[in-house]
Protein backbone atom coordinates (compact mmCIF):
# COMPACT_ATOMS: atom_id res chain seq x y z
CA UNK A 1 0.00 0.00 0.00
CA UNK A 2 1.53 3.21 -0.87
CA UNK A 3 2.07 5.54 1.96
CA UNK A 4 0.19 8.70 0.74
CA UNK A 5 -2.54 6.58 -1.37
CA UNK A 6 -4.75 9.12 -3.82
CA UNK A 7 -7.19 8.54 -6.06
CA UNK A 8 -5.68 8.79 -9.56
CA UNK A 9 -7.42 10.63 -12.58
CA UNK A 10 -7.48 8.58 -16.11
CA UNK A 11 -8.58 10.77 -18.89
CA UNK A 12 -9.30 8.62 -22.13
CA UNK A 13 -8.72 10.09 -25.90
CA UNK A 14 -9.07 13.64 -24.42
CA UNK A 15 -9.84 16.06 -26.87
CA UNK A 16 -9.03 20.08 -26.50
CA UNK A 17 -5.62 20.45 -24.52
CA UNK A 18 -7.52 23.14 -22.44
CA UNK A 19 -9.77 20.81 -20.94
CA UNK A 20 -6.80 18.57 -19.68
CA UNK A 21 -5.34 21.90 -18.73
CA UNK A 22 -8.73 22.73 -16.82
CA UNK A 23 -8.63 19.25 -15.25
CA UNK A 24 -4.88 19.83 -13.98
CA UNK A 25 -6.17 22.75 -12.33
CA UNK A 26 -9.31 21.69 -10.40
CA UNK A 27 -6.78 18.26 -9.17
CA UNK A 28 -4.36 20.69 -7.70
CA UNK A 29 -6.93 22.79 -5.74
CA UNK A 30 -8.53 20.08 -4.33
CA UNK A 31 -5.33 18.09 -3.35
CA UNK A 32 -4.85 15.03 -6.24
CA UNK A 33 -1.47 14.40 -8.05
CA UNK A 34 -1.54 11.56 -10.42
CA UNK A 35 -2.64 12.46 -14.00
CA UNK A 36 -2.79 9.42 -16.91
CA UNK A 37 -3.87 10.04 -20.19
CA UNK A 38 -5.15 7.30 -22.68
CA UNK A 39 -4.49 8.43 -26.25
CA UNK A 40 -4.45 12.18 -26.10
CA UNK A 41 -6.01 13.06 -29.55
CA UNK A 42 -3.47 15.89 -29.82
CA UNK A 43 -0.43 14.12 -28.72
CA UNK A 44 1.67 14.52 -26.15
CA UNK A 45 2.86 16.87 -24.55
CA UNK A 46 0.42 19.49 -25.32
CA UNK A 47 1.19 22.99 -24.57
CA UNK A 48 -2.26 24.56 -24.40
CA UNK A 49 -2.98 21.95 -22.02
CA UNK A 50 0.15 23.02 -19.49
CA UNK A 51 -0.70 27.22 -20.40
CA UNK A 52 -4.05 26.84 -18.96
CA UNK A 53 -3.38 24.35 -16.09
CA UNK A 54 -2.87 27.05 -13.67
CA UNK A 55 -1.15 25.88 -10.25
CA UNK A 56 -1.22 22.10 -12.11
CA UNK A 57 1.54 22.03 -14.31
CA UNK A 58 3.43 20.08 -12.32
CA UNK A 59 0.03 17.43 -12.82
CA UNK A 60 0.89 18.58 -16.17
CA UNK A 61 4.60 17.72 -16.62
CA UNK A 62 4.13 14.48 -14.25
CA UNK A 63 1.17 12.84 -16.64
CA UNK A 64 1.95 9.48 -17.66
CA UNK A 65 0.48 8.36 -21.45
CA UNK A 66 -0.91 5.29 -22.06
CA UNK A 67 -1.99 3.35 -25.78
CA UNK A 68 -5.71 1.91 -24.10
CA UNK A 69 -7.98 2.08 -21.17
CA UNK A 70 -6.83 -1.15 -20.30
CA UNK A 71 -3.06 -0.08 -19.73
CA UNK A 72 -3.72 2.67 -17.96
CA UNK A 73 -6.21 0.85 -15.15
CA UNK A 74 -3.47 -2.24 -14.81
CA UNK A 75 -2.67 -1.74 -11.24
CA UNK A 76 -6.23 -0.14 -10.46
CA UNK A 77 -8.52 -1.79 -8.59
CA UNK A 78 -11.61 -0.29 -8.54
CA UNK A 79 -12.41 2.61 -11.23
CA UNK A 80 -15.13 4.63 -10.98
CA UNK A 81 -16.01 6.72 -14.03
CA UNK A 82 -18.07 9.46 -14.17
CA UNK A 83 -20.67 9.41 -17.37
CA UNK A 84 -23.16 11.93 -18.44
CA UNK A 85 -26.48 9.25 -19.39
CA UNK A 86 -27.33 6.48 -17.61
CA UNK A 87 -26.24 3.16 -19.20
CA UNK A 88 -28.44 0.46 -19.58
CA UNK A 89 -25.63 -1.57 -17.91
CA UNK A 90 -26.06 -3.92 -14.70
CA UNK A 91 -23.66 -1.18 -12.88
CA UNK A 92 -24.09 0.43 -9.57
CA UNK A 93 -24.49 4.09 -10.43
CA UNK A 94 -24.50 6.87 -7.39
CA UNK A 95 -24.01 10.70 -7.41
CA UNK A 96 -20.62 11.87 -6.33
CA UNK A 97 -22.00 12.62 -2.72
CA UNK A 98 -22.69 9.15 -2.30
CA UNK A 99 -19.93 7.42 -3.94
CA UNK A 100 -16.61 9.47 -2.58
CA UNK A 101 -17.53 8.75 1.07
CA UNK A 102 -17.41 4.92 -0.19
CA UNK A 103 -14.57 5.65 -2.37
CA UNK A 104 -12.62 7.48 0.85
CA UNK A 105 -13.00 3.82 2.45
CA UNK A 106 -11.54 1.68 -0.53
CA UNK A 107 -8.50 4.48 -0.36
CA UNK A 108 -8.29 4.26 3.30
CA UNK A 109 -8.33 0.75 3.18
CA UNK A 110 -5.23 0.78 0.89
CA UNK A 111 -6.97 0.12 -2.55
CA UNK A 112 -5.75 2.06 -5.59
CA UNK A 113 -8.75 4.36 -7.18
CA UNK A 114 -9.73 5.56 -10.05
CA UNK A 115 -11.55 8.65 -11.00
CA UNK A 116 -12.28 7.72 -15.11
CA UNK A 117 -13.43 10.08 -17.54
CA UNK A 118 -13.91 9.55 -21.19
CA UNK A 119 -13.69 11.68 -24.15
CA UNK A 120 -15.70 15.02 -24.42
CA UNK A 121 -17.91 14.55 -27.01
CA UNK A 122 -18.93 10.31 -27.16
CA UNK A 123 -18.18 9.57 -23.75
CA UNK A 124 -16.71 6.44 -22.52
CA UNK A 125 -16.98 3.18 -24.59
CA UNK A 126 -19.20 0.43 -23.36
CA UNK A 127 -16.40 -1.76 -23.17
CA UNK A 128 -14.49 0.42 -21.26
CA UNK A 129 -17.31 1.28 -19.19
CA UNK A 130 -17.76 -2.67 -18.35
CA UNK A 131 -14.18 -2.77 -17.21
CA UNK A 132 -15.26 0.20 -14.25
CA UNK A 133 -16.59 -1.14 -11.17
CA UNK A 134 -19.30 1.70 -10.48
CA UNK A 135 -20.39 5.23 -11.88
CA UNK A 136 -21.19 8.34 -10.73
CA UNK A 137 -23.60 10.24 -12.44
CA UNK A 138 -23.56 14.24 -11.56
CA UNK A 139 -27.44 15.38 -10.71
CA UNK A 140 -28.13 18.56 -12.91
CA UNK A 141 -31.30 20.16 -13.63
CA UNK A 142 -33.51 18.27 -16.92
CA UNK A 143 -33.73 21.45 -18.46
CA UNK A 144 -29.57 21.26 -19.18
CA UNK A 145 -27.69 18.31 -18.19
CA UNK A 146 -25.06 18.59 -20.24
CA UNK A 147 -21.75 19.42 -18.31
CA UNK A 148 -18.50 19.67 -19.47
CA UNK A 149 -14.95 17.45 -18.71
CA UNK A 150 -13.92 20.07 -16.33
CA UNK A 151 -17.25 21.18 -14.50
CA UNK A 152 -17.54 17.35 -14.23
CA UNK A 153 -13.91 16.83 -12.34
CA UNK A 154 -14.74 20.38 -10.02
CA UNK A 155 -17.87 18.62 -8.64
CA UNK A 156 -16.04 15.05 -8.65
CA UNK A 157 -13.18 16.13 -7.03
CA UNK A 158 -14.05 18.86 -4.63
CA UNK A 159 -16.74 15.79 -3.44
CA UNK A 160 -13.22 13.85 -2.76
CA UNK A 161 -11.82 16.95 -0.86
CA UNK A 162 -14.40 17.07 1.22
CA UNK A 163 -13.94 13.32 2.10
CA UNK A 164 -10.27 13.55 2.22
CA UNK A 165 -10.59 16.07 5.23
CA UNK A 166 -12.20 13.43 7.41
CA UNK A 167 -9.84 11.33 9.36
CA UNK A 168 -9.09 7.82 8.02
CA UNK A 169 -11.45 4.63 8.50
CA UNK A 170 -9.14 2.36 10.42
CA UNK A 171 -11.65 -0.72 8.62
CA UNK A 172 -9.96 -3.30 6.49
CA UNK A 173 -11.15 -4.15 3.30
CA UNK A 174 -10.56 -7.79 1.84
CA UNK A 175 -7.88 -7.46 -0.72
CA UNK A 176 -9.19 -7.27 -4.70
CA UNK A 177 -7.37 -7.98 -7.45
CA UNK A 178 -5.93 -5.36 -10.11
CA UNK A 179 -7.33 -5.14 -13.19
CA UNK A 180 -4.40 -6.48 -15.08
CA UNK A 181 -5.44 -9.79 -13.30
CA UNK A 182 -9.02 -9.04 -14.26
CA UNK A 183 -7.88 -8.63 -17.56
CA UNK A 184 -6.25 -11.60 -18.25
CA UNK A 185 -9.21 -13.46 -16.81
CA UNK A 186 -11.57 -11.51 -19.43
CA UNK A 187 -9.07 -12.45 -22.40
CA UNK A 188 -8.78 -15.93 -21.47
CA UNK A 189 -12.41 -16.57 -21.25
CA UNK A 190 -13.69 -14.40 -24.58
CA UNK A 191 -11.35 -16.68 -26.39
CA UNK A 192 -12.53 -19.69 -24.96
CA UNK A 193 -16.32 -18.74 -25.75
CA UNK A 194 -14.82 -17.73 -29.28
CA UNK A 195 -13.68 -21.15 -30.12
CA UNK A 196 -17.43 -22.51 -28.71
CA UNK A 197 -18.93 -20.17 -30.59
CA UNK A 198 -21.11 -19.97 -27.34
CA UNK A 199 -23.04 -16.48 -28.35
CA UNK A 200 -24.22 -18.62 -31.83
CA UNK A 201 -25.57 -15.00 -32.99
CA UNK A 202 -22.92 -12.70 -33.48
CA UNK A 203 -25.73 -9.82 -33.17
CA UNK A 204 -25.82 -10.97 -29.60
CA UNK A 205 -22.65 -11.42 -28.22
CA UNK A 206 -22.03 -8.05 -27.29
CA UNK A 207 -24.40 -7.60 -24.93
CA UNK A 208 -24.03 -10.79 -23.48
CA UNK A 209 -20.37 -10.70 -22.89
CA UNK A 210 -20.60 -6.93 -21.74
CA UNK A 211 -23.12 -8.58 -18.91
CA UNK A 212 -20.86 -11.62 -18.49
CA UNK A 213 -17.32 -9.37 -17.28
CA UNK A 214 -20.16 -7.46 -15.13
CA UNK A 215 -21.45 -10.14 -13.01
CA UNK A 216 -18.43 -11.64 -12.53
CA UNK A 217 -16.90 -8.21 -11.45
CA UNK A 218 -19.02 -7.54 -9.14
CA UNK A 219 -17.60 -10.23 -7.21
CA UNK A 220 -14.44 -7.99 -6.30
CA UNK A 221 -12.27 -11.14 -6.21
CA UNK A 222 -8.80 -11.10 -4.69
CA UNK A 223 -5.85 -11.89 -7.15
CA UNK A 224 -5.75 -15.65 -5.59
CA UNK A 225 -9.67 -15.98 -6.50
CA UNK A 226 -9.09 -14.48 -9.66
CA UNK A 227 -6.40 -17.32 -10.06
CA UNK A 228 -8.56 -19.84 -8.66
CA UNK A 229 -11.30 -19.06 -11.52
CA UNK A 230 -8.67 -18.76 -14.53
CA UNK A 231 -7.42 -22.34 -13.42
CA UNK A 232 -10.97 -23.72 -12.91
CA UNK A 233 -11.77 -22.05 -16.80
CA UNK A 234 -8.44 -23.54 -18.21
CA UNK A 235 -9.39 -26.96 -16.73
CA UNK A 236 -12.98 -27.49 -17.89
CA UNK A 237 -11.35 -26.40 -21.07
CA UNK A 238 -8.79 -28.64 -21.36
CA UNK A 239 -11.06 -31.19 -20.54
CA UNK A 240 -13.67 -31.02 -23.01
CA UNK A 241 -10.59 -30.41 -25.59
CA UNK A 242 -9.91 -33.76 -24.82
CA UNK A 243 -13.08 -35.07 -25.15
CA UNK A 244 -13.72 -33.82 -28.71
CA UNK A 245 -10.02 -35.29 -29.23
CA UNK B 1 -43.35 35.21 -1.56
CA UNK B 2 -42.54 34.14 -4.99
CA UNK B 3 -44.64 30.95 -6.06
CA UNK B 4 -41.56 29.44 -7.46
CA UNK B 5 -38.80 31.15 -5.71
CA UNK B 6 -35.32 30.21 -6.10
CA UNK B 7 -31.82 32.56 -5.42
CA UNK B 8 -30.75 34.82 -7.32
CA UNK B 9 -27.42 35.11 -8.65
CA UNK B 10 -25.63 38.31 -9.05
CA UNK B 11 -22.25 39.00 -10.70
CA UNK B 12 -20.48 41.93 -9.20
CA UNK B 13 -18.60 43.51 -11.48
CA UNK B 14 -17.16 40.55 -14.19
CA UNK B 15 -14.96 41.15 -16.35
CA UNK B 16 -14.46 38.72 -19.11
CA UNK B 17 -18.06 37.82 -21.29
CA UNK B 18 -16.86 33.68 -21.03
CA UNK B 19 -16.80 33.96 -17.76
CA UNK B 20 -20.20 35.38 -17.27
CA UNK B 21 -21.19 32.45 -19.91
CA UNK B 22 -20.12 29.75 -18.04
CA UNK B 23 -21.90 31.23 -14.56
CA UNK B 24 -24.95 30.98 -16.68
CA UNK B 25 -24.15 27.67 -17.88
CA UNK B 26 -23.73 26.20 -14.34
CA UNK B 27 -26.78 28.03 -13.56
CA UNK B 28 -28.62 26.31 -16.35
CA UNK B 29 -27.15 22.50 -15.41
CA UNK B 30 -28.32 23.47 -11.83
CA UNK B 31 -31.71 24.94 -12.21
CA UNK B 32 -31.44 28.45 -11.53
CA UNK B 33 -32.88 30.96 -13.65
CA UNK B 34 -32.55 34.83 -12.46
CA UNK B 35 -29.09 36.20 -13.23
CA UNK B 36 -28.00 40.05 -12.02
CA UNK B 37 -25.16 41.75 -13.56
CA UNK B 38 -23.61 45.17 -11.41
CA UNK B 39 -21.47 46.80 -13.50
CA UNK B 40 -19.93 44.46 -15.95
CA UNK B 41 -16.27 45.49 -17.11
CA UNK B 42 -17.15 45.54 -21.02
CA UNK B 43 -20.45 46.41 -21.37
CA UNK B 44 -23.89 45.31 -22.02
CA UNK B 45 -24.57 42.47 -24.08
CA UNK B 46 -21.85 40.76 -24.13
CA UNK B 47 -21.64 38.57 -27.29
CA UNK B 48 -19.20 36.44 -25.98
CA UNK B 49 -20.96 35.85 -22.84
CA UNK B 50 -23.78 34.39 -25.17
CA UNK B 51 -21.62 32.14 -27.22
CA UNK B 52 -20.20 30.32 -24.49
CA UNK B 53 -23.35 30.18 -22.21
CA UNK B 54 -24.35 26.47 -23.97
CA UNK B 55 -27.83 25.95 -22.59
CA UNK B 56 -27.95 29.22 -20.48
CA UNK B 57 -28.36 31.28 -22.97
CA UNK B 58 -32.24 32.18 -22.11
CA UNK B 59 -30.29 33.25 -18.69
CA UNK B 60 -27.61 35.57 -20.23
CA UNK B 61 -31.10 37.18 -22.51
CA UNK B 62 -32.52 37.88 -20.04
CA UNK B 63 -30.25 39.13 -17.26
CA UNK B 64 -30.10 42.44 -15.86
CA UNK B 65 -27.84 44.89 -15.57
CA UNK B 66 -27.31 47.10 -11.90
CA UNK B 67 -25.10 50.38 -11.86
CA UNK B 68 -24.24 49.08 -8.27
CA UNK B 69 -24.42 46.36 -5.65
CA UNK B 70 -26.81 47.88 -3.68
CA UNK B 71 -29.41 48.32 -6.56
CA UNK B 72 -28.86 44.77 -7.10
CA UNK B 73 -29.51 43.81 -3.59
CA UNK B 74 -32.44 45.84 -2.53
CA UNK B 75 -34.80 43.21 -3.01
CA UNK B 76 -32.72 39.97 -1.59
CA UNK B 77 -33.34 39.35 2.45
CA UNK B 78 -30.39 37.42 2.72
CA UNK B 79 -27.26 37.17 0.70
CA UNK B 80 -24.46 35.30 0.50
CA UNK B 81 -21.13 35.78 -0.81
CA UNK B 82 -18.74 33.39 -2.36
CA UNK B 83 -15.18 34.27 -1.43
CA UNK B 84 -12.10 33.25 -1.98
CA UNK B 85 -9.82 34.62 1.16
CA UNK B 86 -11.17 34.47 4.55
CA UNK B 87 -11.97 38.10 5.36
CA UNK B 88 -11.07 39.74 8.68
CA UNK B 89 -14.86 40.30 9.36
CA UNK B 90 -17.63 38.93 11.74
CA UNK B 91 -19.37 37.43 9.65
CA UNK B 92 -20.49 33.58 9.20
CA UNK B 93 -18.37 31.28 7.35
CA UNK B 94 -19.12 28.05 6.03
CA UNK B 95 -18.52 25.87 3.09
CA UNK B 96 -21.02 25.25 1.03
CA UNK B 97 -22.01 22.25 1.84
CA UNK B 98 -22.56 23.45 5.14
CA UNK B 99 -24.48 27.12 4.11
CA UNK B 100 -26.76 25.95 0.98
CA UNK B 101 -29.29 23.25 3.87
CA UNK B 102 -29.55 26.66 5.62
CA UNK B 103 -30.47 28.70 1.85
CA UNK B 104 -32.67 26.12 1.21
CA UNK B 105 -34.42 26.82 4.53
CA UNK B 106 -34.60 30.60 4.17
CA UNK B 107 -36.22 29.90 0.17
CA UNK B 108 -38.49 27.39 1.51
CA UNK B 109 -39.75 29.50 3.81
CA UNK B 110 -40.00 32.46 0.95
CA UNK B 111 -37.03 34.89 1.84
CA UNK B 112 -35.01 35.72 -1.31
CA UNK B 113 -31.68 34.74 -1.40
CA UNK B 114 -28.70 35.39 -3.72
CA UNK B 115 -25.54 33.83 -4.06
CA UNK B 116 -22.66 37.01 -4.98
CA UNK B 117 -20.11 36.39 -6.59
CA UNK B 118 -16.91 39.42 -6.80
CA UNK B 119 -15.00 40.33 -9.70
CA UNK B 120 -12.35 37.66 -10.89
CA UNK B 121 -9.26 39.65 -9.71
CA UNK B 122 -9.46 41.41 -6.75
CA UNK B 123 -13.11 39.51 -5.12
CA UNK B 124 -15.82 42.07 -3.86
CA UNK B 125 -14.93 44.97 -1.74
CA UNK B 126 -15.03 45.23 1.98
CA UNK B 127 -18.33 47.29 1.85
CA UNK B 128 -19.87 45.13 -0.30
CA UNK B 129 -19.00 41.79 1.63
CA UNK B 130 -20.54 43.85 4.86
CA UNK B 131 -23.93 43.82 3.85
CA UNK B 132 -23.82 39.90 3.26
CA UNK B 133 -25.26 38.11 6.18
CA UNK B 134 -22.93 35.14 5.46
CA UNK B 135 -19.61 34.18 3.36
CA UNK B 136 -18.95 31.22 1.78
CA UNK B 137 -14.96 29.64 0.84
CA UNK B 138 -14.93 26.63 -1.21
CA UNK B 139 -12.51 24.05 0.58
CA UNK B 140 -9.53 23.52 -0.94
CA UNK B 141 -5.79 22.37 -0.93
CA UNK B 142 -3.60 24.52 0.88
CA UNK B 143 -1.11 23.98 -2.39
CA UNK B 144 -3.47 25.92 -4.74
CA UNK B 145 -6.15 27.50 -3.62
CA UNK B 146 -7.42 29.61 -6.77
CA UNK B 147 -10.39 28.71 -7.80
CA UNK B 148 -11.73 30.43 -11.17
CA UNK B 149 -15.32 32.28 -10.86
CA UNK B 150 -16.60 29.16 -13.16
CA UNK B 151 -15.15 26.70 -11.33
CA UNK B 152 -17.08 28.50 -8.06
CA UNK B 153 -20.18 28.97 -9.26
CA UNK B 154 -20.16 25.13 -10.56
CA UNK B 155 -19.44 23.67 -6.95
CA UNK B 156 -22.02 26.28 -5.40
CA UNK B 157 -24.48 25.45 -7.92
CA UNK B 158 -24.17 21.89 -7.52
CA UNK B 159 -24.94 22.20 -3.54
CA UNK B 160 -28.15 24.39 -4.06
CA UNK B 161 -29.50 21.35 -6.75
CA UNK B 162 -28.23 18.72 -4.07
CA UNK B 163 -30.56 20.49 -1.44
CA UNK B 164 -33.33 21.92 -3.99
CA UNK B 165 -33.88 18.06 -4.63
CA UNK B 166 -35.00 17.75 -0.84
CA UNK B 167 -38.74 18.44 -0.15
CA UNK B 168 -39.31 21.67 0.96
CA UNK B 169 -39.01 22.62 4.75
CA UNK B 170 -42.67 23.67 6.47
CA UNK B 171 -40.75 25.71 9.29
CA UNK B 172 -41.80 29.36 9.18
CA UNK B 173 -38.78 31.91 9.66
CA UNK B 174 -39.18 35.53 11.04
CA UNK B 175 -39.62 38.18 8.07
CA UNK B 176 -36.33 40.15 7.86
CA UNK B 177 -35.99 43.49 5.81
CA UNK B 178 -34.92 43.08 2.40
CA UNK B 179 -31.95 44.69 1.34
CA UNK B 180 -33.31 48.38 0.50
CA UNK B 181 -34.40 49.04 4.16
CA UNK B 182 -31.27 47.88 5.40
CA UNK B 183 -29.68 50.67 2.90
CA UNK B 184 -31.43 53.29 4.06
CA UNK B 185 -31.08 52.83 7.49
CA UNK B 186 -27.19 52.26 6.69
CA UNK B 187 -27.37 55.85 5.18
CA UNK B 188 -28.92 57.58 7.85
CA UNK B 189 -26.83 56.46 10.12
CA UNK B 190 -23.64 56.94 8.54
CA UNK B 191 -24.71 60.66 7.85
CA UNK B 192 -25.12 61.15 11.30
CA UNK B 193 -22.25 59.66 12.69
CA UNK B 194 -20.31 61.63 9.82
CA UNK B 195 -21.93 64.95 11.21
CA UNK B 196 -20.92 64.35 15.07
CA UNK B 197 -17.58 63.24 13.85
CA UNK B 198 -17.93 60.39 15.60
CA UNK B 199 -14.75 58.59 14.79
CA UNK B 200 -12.66 61.55 15.07
CA UNK B 201 -9.67 60.10 13.19
CA UNK B 202 -10.66 59.05 9.43
CA UNK B 203 -8.38 56.11 9.50
CA UNK B 204 -10.57 54.21 12.15
CA UNK B 205 -13.74 54.86 10.60
CA UNK B 206 -13.82 51.98 7.58
CA UNK B 207 -13.36 49.31 10.46
CA UNK B 208 -14.94 50.84 12.58
CA UNK B 209 -17.94 51.57 10.39
CA UNK B 210 -17.79 47.56 8.82
CA UNK B 211 -17.99 46.41 12.51
CA UNK B 212 -21.03 48.68 13.04
CA UNK B 213 -23.11 47.13 9.66
CA UNK B 214 -21.45 43.90 10.74
CA UNK B 215 -23.37 43.93 14.17
CA UNK B 216 -26.57 45.55 12.96
CA UNK B 217 -27.33 43.26 10.11
CA UNK B 218 -26.77 40.08 12.26
CA UNK B 219 -29.71 41.48 14.43
CA UNK B 220 -32.04 40.09 11.38
CA UNK B 221 -34.61 42.12 11.46
CA UNK B 222 -38.09 42.46 10.00
CA UNK B 223 -38.70 45.11 8.05
CA UNK B 224 -40.73 46.90 10.83
CA UNK B 225 -37.86 46.37 12.77
CA UNK B 226 -35.53 47.99 10.59
CA UNK B 227 -38.18 51.49 10.68
CA UNK B 228 -38.76 51.32 14.58
CA UNK B 229 -34.67 51.72 14.43
CA UNK B 230 -34.10 54.46 12.04
CA UNK B 231 -36.92 56.22 14.03
CA UNK B 232 -35.66 56.25 17.12
CA UNK B 233 -31.87 56.90 15.65
CA UNK B 234 -33.96 60.18 14.21
CA UNK B 235 -35.71 61.20 17.22
CA UNK B 236 -31.84 60.94 19.49
CA UNK B 237 -30.48 62.59 16.62
CA UNK B 238 -33.52 65.35 16.24
CA UNK B 239 -33.00 65.86 20.19
CA UNK B 240 -29.89 66.30 20.18
CA UNK B 241 -29.86 69.11 17.41
CA UNK B 242 -32.71 70.59 19.81
CA UNK B 243 -30.43 70.77 22.98
CA UNK B 244 -27.19 72.17 20.70
CA UNK B 245 -29.75 74.84 19.03
Given at each position: ?P??????VIL?????????G???R??S?????????????????????A??AS?????I???T???DF???T?????????T?R???????????G?????L???V?????????????R?G?E??EI?????????????????L???????V????????A????????????????D?????????????E???????????????????L?L????SAQE??S??????S?W?R?????G
Amino acid sequence: MPKNNLPVVILVRPQLGQNIGAVARAMSNFGLKELRIVAPRDGWPNARAAETASGGEGIIHAATIFADFDAATADIHVAYATTARPRDMEKRVADPGAALPELKTQVDAGRRVALVFGPERTGLENEEIVRCDALMTIPTAPENSSLNIAQSAVVVFYEWWKQAQLPAVARELPEIAPKEDWQGLFTQLEAYLDEVNYYRVADKKIIMWQNLQNLLLRGAWSAQEVRSVRGMLRSIWERKRKGEG
